[in-house]
């Protein structure tokens, strides 16, 4: 059975830094595509970054210049960096993993960052 653990989340305060992780158990499937996505609550899911088997990186607009994706295919795990967290910032966040044979999308439960003003 494919599963996603997410870890990292947490309570922070502006202006600080978190480091979220997700391991998939992928029963032997290839991954092409990882990300998180984020939801606060009353608004929509939306995206925080995605990095592809290629390391092709594509962020949200007002994560760009303080979070970092990336990965390792070894161990089947994507990291997020956050930097110059903001109280915006928070929300629940969802680790993603596409399978590459069928595009088959998985996803975490979720973890929890909130930032304090």
């Known amino acids: 059975q494919v599963q996603l653990v997410e870890s990292g989340g947490g309570l922070v305060q502006a202006g600080g830094s978190l480091r979220l992780s997700c391991v998939g158990r992928?029963?032997?499937?290839?991954?092409?595509?990882m990300g998180w996505y984020r939801q606060a609550p009353g608004k929509q899911r939306e995206l925080v970054a995605t990095?592809?088997?290629?390391?092709?990186?594509n962020y949200g607009d007002s994560m760009k210049d303080r979070f970092t994706i990336s990965r390792d295919d070894a161990k089947n795990t994507v990291h997020l960096q956050m930097n110059n967290l903001k109280p915006d910032d928070t929300a629940v966040y969802y680790c993603?993993?596409?399978?590459?044979?069928?595009?088959?999308?998985?996803w975490g439960q979720g973890t929890q960052v909130t930032v304090s003003s």
């Open positions: 990095i592809t088997s290629l390391n092709n990186t």
């Open positions: 992928m029963n032997g499937f290839s991954i092409n595509t």
């Open positions: 993603l993993m596409v399978i590459a044979a069928d595009e088959t999308a998985y």
